[in-house]
């Protein structure tokens, strides 16, 4: 990350809300910069405040990567969304590699999908998630949850490949691909060897690992290593 740019990260603070987050972050540019966003298996909801105003950002899915150019002092926090969740009336099929700016309701509010919510800050996304969920705006779809925490057997299933790409936008097999090159880019992040990150995660070997890696994150094992 370039060093104009300050991130904070943190997990849901309540078992509910982590059924529906991966994660929640803020962002703050502190010199113009530009932002690499790699495809990580999750979508988003980002709240983006710059000197033209306040933003409410909806991100689908996507297998390729994204520059986010800056302007000092601009930030933004988001919501990223576990795979298996959607929302049913714009579901991840109308979304892959695409954005949907959410109208604004008010100083205080926005209108997703018609629904009338209160805007969340950083450190209270988890009720802006549950009002979601009790709203019917987002649900957790039980047939991508099962086959992620079954490692994605059978992602050759045409009614499997058929719902993934209904719900998320992306087939089982380029989701499998995408989650295990964003955990193989973490690993090596802490310092990992890339022979021991490939042993860890099943790719063939290393070579398979580096050229998956430079073909969805268009980056190689050497760049992300520490120091």
Do not use: M, T
């Given at each position: 990350m370039p060093a104009d740019i300050r991130r904070e990260t943190r997990e849901a603070d309540s078992p509910s809300a982590a059924r529906f987050i991966a994660r929640i972050e803020q962002v703050e540019y502190t010199a113009a910069a530009v932002e690499v966003a790699r495809p990580d298996g999750t979508w988003d909801l980002v709240f983006r405040q710059t000197r033209h105003g306040l933003m409410v950002l909806q991100t689908g899915q996507t297998d390729r990567v994204v520059q986010l150019p800056g302007e000092a002092g601009d930030r933004y926090f988001n919501i990223a969304f576990r795979p298996e969740v959607y929302m049913p009336r714009r579901p991840g099929a109308r979304m892959t590699n695409l954005g949907h700016v959410h109208e604004l309701a008010g100083q205080r509010g926005c209108l997703i999908d018609g629904e009338k919510l209160e805007l969340p800050r950083f450190d209270n996304a988890e009720r802006f998630v549950m009002a979601l969920a009790s709203?019917?705006?987002?649900?957790?779809?039980?047939?991508?949850?099962?086959?992620?925490?079954?490692?994605?057997?059978?992602v050759d299933d045409r009614s499997l490949q058929r719902h993934s790409a209904h719900v998320t936008g992306l087939s089982p097999k380029k989701l499998q691909q995408i989650i295990r090159a964003d955990a193989a880019a973490k690993l090596l992040q802490q310092g990992l060897r890339p022979a021991d990150v490939a042993a860890e995660l099943g790719y063939s070997d290393q070579a398979h690992l580096t050229n998956s890696l430079r073909r969805i994150l268009d980056v190689t094992p050497g760049r992300l290593l520490p120091g």
């Open positions: 709203r019917g705006l987002i649900e957790v779809d039980r047939h991508v949850l099962r086959a992620g925490q079954s490692g994605w057997q059978g």
